[in-house]
């Protein structure tokens, strides 16, 4: 599976943005569609998923700040934020799942000045 991330850049805080992926490259069905972030000296971290039931699953830290959600038929996954704040700055990774194993993208920057 590989997947590509698009979205990312320049946002000032209390601003919003939305991320998009899309997979390519397996015939084996996709389970879960998320999004990870990593911020420089940090681990990465879970931001949310979606289940293909479309069940959302979010980090505290984005929660009702965050909407996610995909579209099966291309296969693709949006993150959407709002009420951006200098710590959602991170380099954002696309991360998919299928009964085979966990796939990333190759990660999108998010920066955002105060």
């Known amino acids: 599976v590989q997947l590509q991330a698009s979205g990312g850049g320049l946002v000032q805080a209390g601003g919003s943005l939305t991320l998009s992926c899309t997979a390519s490259?397996?015939?084996?069905?996709?389970?879960?569609l998320g999004w990870y972030r990593q911020a420089a000296g940090k681990e990465r971290e879970l931001v949310a998923f979606v289940s293909n039931a479309g069940v959302p699953t979010y980090a505290a830290s984005v929660k009702g700040r965050a909407t996610i959600s995909r579209d099966n038929a291309k296969k693709a996954v949006y993150l959407q934020m709002i009420s951006l704040r200098p710590e959602d700055a991170a380099v954002y990774y696309c991360w998919a799942r299928n009964y085979r194993g966990s796939y990333w993208g190759q990660g999108t920057e998010v920066t955002v000045s105060s």
């Open positions: 490259g397996s015939s084996f069905s996709i389970s879960d």
